[in-house]
């Protein structure tokens, strides 16, 4: 589990395109609310076993609570089958209704724009920013889901602060070369 050391503020997804919504939902303009983000690759095997799953539990017992839950859909290999189409199919199949953000492309390399600016480490990632638009938690792979309902449910319970603090979740990069294996796909 990651331990909270520090908190920014959370960086806006930069997405090329939005589903499941009407518009883009600009992480600044909720404020107040517990934000869920559930970074993932359709062909990811954690994503898709253990990610997705759990990101749909937390939307559905989290649904009368003010937790917001995002998609962000973040390729940073196989671009030439992970469309905008095939994740359109992906979502109907999966039942995925909770709005989903594509990543924008970077304008060099192959991490995508929000991965890079939240320096995550490969899908799936679960980002939880508190009330106060603050990242609490950027965890690569897989968490035990009572261990998020418990953190969610903390988020939940504060207050928004009226004063700033500058305490961020902490985040240990790996060298691993791009790969998948059972808890996820690695840059």
Wanted: net charge negative; hydrophobic share 40%.
């Amino acid at each position: 589990m990651s331990i909270f050391t520090e908190y920014p503020i959370a960086p806006e997804i930069e997405a090329s395109t939005w589903l499941n919504t009407t518009a883009p939902l600009p992480l600044s303009k909720m404020k107040g609310s517990v934000v869920v983000i559930h970074a993932f690759q359709m062909l990811c095997p954690g994503c898709v076993s253990h990610g997705i799953p759990q990101t749909k539990m937390i939307a559905e017992t989290f649904a009368d609570k003010d937790v917001k839950v995002i998609g962000l859909h973040t390729v940073f290999e196989h671009h030439a089958v992970m469309t905008a189409d095939a994740l359109k199919a992906f979502i109907h199949e999966y039942r995925i209704t909770f709005p989903v953000a594509i990543d924008m492309p970077a304008s060099t390399g192959y991490i995508p724009k929000t991965m890079q600016s939240y320096e995550m480490r490969g899908t799936p990632t679960l980002i939880l920013i508190d009330k106060n638009g603050r990242v609490r938690l950027n965890h690569f792979g897989r968490m035990d889901d009572m261990q998020v309902g418990k953190l969610i449910s903390e988020l939940v319970s504060e207050t928004v602060a009226l004063t700033s603090t500058t305490e961020k979740a902490e985040s240990t990069l790996d060298s691993s070369e791009n790969k998948c294996d059972d808890n996820g796909c690695y840059i």
